[in-house]
């Protein structure tokens, strides 16, 4: 059995509905980060920023090995 393997570049897409997903070379979706356009009073969901940035450094994990 081969392993298997997810080929990097990785790289982070925007949804229409302004969420993010990190696809590797191949373009299966990896991950999703999810975010709320208004922040909310709790403060428990992420924002659009620390969203993006989550997403960000998933996407370098690979060039991290």
Same mark, same amino acid.
């Given at each position: 059995?081969? =392993?298997?393997?997810?080929?990097?570049?990785? @790289?982070?897409? +925007?949804?229409? !509905?302004?969420?993010?997903?990190?696809?590797? $070379?191949?373009?299966? =979706?990896?991950?999703?980060?999810?975010?709320? @356009?208004?922040? +909310?009073?709790? !403060?428990?969901?992420?924002?659009?920023?620390? $969203?993006?940035?989550?997403?960000?450094?998933?996407?370098?994990?690979?060039?991290?090995?």
């Amino acid at each position: 059995m081969s =392993p298997r393997t997810f080929p990097g570049p990785w @790289r982070v897409d +925007t949804t229409a !509905g302004g969420h993010f997903v990190i696809r590797d $070379a191949n373009g299966f =979706p990896l991950a999703y980060v999810y975010a709320k @356009r208004r922040p +909310t009073v709790n !403060g428990e969901d992420l924002t659009r920023v620390e $969203a993006m940035v989550i997403a960000g450094t998933i996407a370098k994990l690979p060039d991290l090995l």
